[in-house]
């Protein structure tokens, strides 16, 4: 087996890349190591079990905190996510985990990162697609108003579906 490595550094992170000939996985195994997961695009899920317990729980989600709210706890100024249940500002997993935190005592599952708008589901363990999901649309909609100061962009739904692979009854594969 032959290996070479190359190393590419910025900032403070830094990045193996290894060629392996026996096909062994090594380049896999190593960005597991550093990284905790395999990179690559997170396809958010277009829904979510857990929303029906959001819909019971009567919060309103066009009325929210500015994105630039500090942890309720810990008042850090970064990387908070919205508890879409209570409306609790509170840190990631990166900074104090406050909200992981929250999930844990409250049960409140879903959240919204006020660093990209993505919103996480605890109990899937998985991002959700906040634009397509009418749910949800509201609360991004309001967050991306609050952060940047205008609407969101439209998202072109039309192509999204041209490109899922849709069989036609009667047609091959």
Known sequence: MSKEAASSSSSSAQLLL?????GGGEEEE??????????????????????TSLASSGSDLSHIPAPPTPCFRCDHPAENWLCLFC???????FVNKHMLEHYKSKGHC???????????????DAYLDAQLIQQLQPVYETAYILKF??????????????????????TSA
């Not at 290894?18 to 026996?22: K, L, M, N, R």
């Not at 190593?30 to 929303?51: I, K």
């Not at 072109?156 to 009854?169: K, R, S």
């Open 30 to 51: 190593l960005m597991l190591m550093a990284y905790g997961s395999e990179p690559g695009w997170v396809e958010p899920q277009t829904e979510c079990p857990h929303l």
């Open 149 to 170: 100061g205008e609407a969101p962009p439209v998202r072109n739904m039309g192509m999204e579906f041209m490109l899922e692979d849709h069989h036609q009854p009667g």
């Open 18 to 22: 290894v060629e392996d000939d026996d």
């Open 110 to 124: 879903l959240a919204l990162s006020y660093s990209d708008l993505s919103v996480w589901c605890f109990i899937c």
């Open 87 to 93: 409306k609790d500002v509170l840190c990631s997993r």
